[in-house]
């Protein structure tokens, strides 16, 4: 089955940092883009990062950039995110999903997320 | 304020059709960028429900259908049953903002 497993989310004050991981089962991950999105609580879904199949190539949204930091280990399967000086409106639930790049660019497979709450 | 525009509820009784549309602009679908579209039921992950503007994923009802022209683009649900009742987000990619981009959502209520 294919499988997408975020962990590291949790509590956090302004100013903070906080690793988040995603672990895949199921596929070949080195073959794959992946990338994270994010939900404020109530709000609808904003794209944060993407990252290629080597990781050569990686782009955020700007409200991230200099602050997130997205990795990944292909020898272990896992897609990483640094969040730093975190913000109350970096507040979401944290997705991780499989990005598609055959001939279109889409998110076909979403792992359960995993929550960051940032407050003092 | 979301790139990509889409209502934020629409409404139709069981069995009927309803349309969900997603306007954009000349820097994102009116550039010849795809549309996607995902469904995200209450407190669980989003679900591919569209790709590539009009094509479903396996195991996707074909009363799901997408499809785009100029600077917007559609999600029809024909058939309505209680179970559509959800959210559902476009998204594209927008070359002003060098980004991914997704709608706003819609809220489908079936009456």
């Known amino acids: 089955e294919v499988q997408l497993v975020e962990s590291g989310g949790g509590l956090v004050q302004p100013g903070g940092s906080l690793r988040l991981s995603c672990t895949a089962s199921?596929?070949?991950?080195?073959?794959?883009?992946m990338t994270w999105v994010r939900q404020a609580p109530g709000k609808g879904l904003e794209w944060v990062a993407n990252?290629?199949?080597?990781?050569?190539?990686?782009y955020y949204v700007d409200s991230v950039k200099g602050r997130f930091t997205i990795s990944r280990d292909n020898a272990k399967n896992s897609l990483y995110l640094q969040l730093n000086s975190l913000r109350a409106e970096d507040t979401a639930v944290y997705y991780c999903?499989?990005?598609?790049?055959?001939?279109?660019?889409?998110?076909?497979?979403w792992g359960k997320g995993t929550t960051v709450t940032v407050s003092s | 304020q979301s790139v990509l525009t889409q209502p934020p509820s629409v409404s139709g009784a069981p069995g009927q059709r309803v349309s969900i549309s997603c306007t954009g602009s000349s820097s994102n679908i009116g550039a010849g960028y795809d549309v996607h579209w995902y469904q995200q039921l209450p407190g669980t992950a989003p679900k591919l429900l569209i790709y590539?503007?009009?094509n479903r994923p396996s195991g996707v009802p074909d009363r799901f259908s997408g499809s785009k022209s100029g600077t917007s683009a559609s999600l029809a649900i024909t058939g309505l049953q209680a179970e559509d009742e959800t959210d559902y987000y476009c998204q594209s990619y927008d070359s002003s903002l060098s980004a991914w981009v997704f709608g706003g959502g819609t809220k489908l209520t079936v009456l």
């Open positions: 199921g596929f070949t991950f080195s073959r794959y883009w």
């Open positions: 590539g503007n009009s």
């Open positions: 990252i290629k199949q080597d990781g050569s190539e990686i």
């Open positions: 999903a499989r990005l598609r790049s055959d001939y279109y660019y889409y998110m076909d497979v």
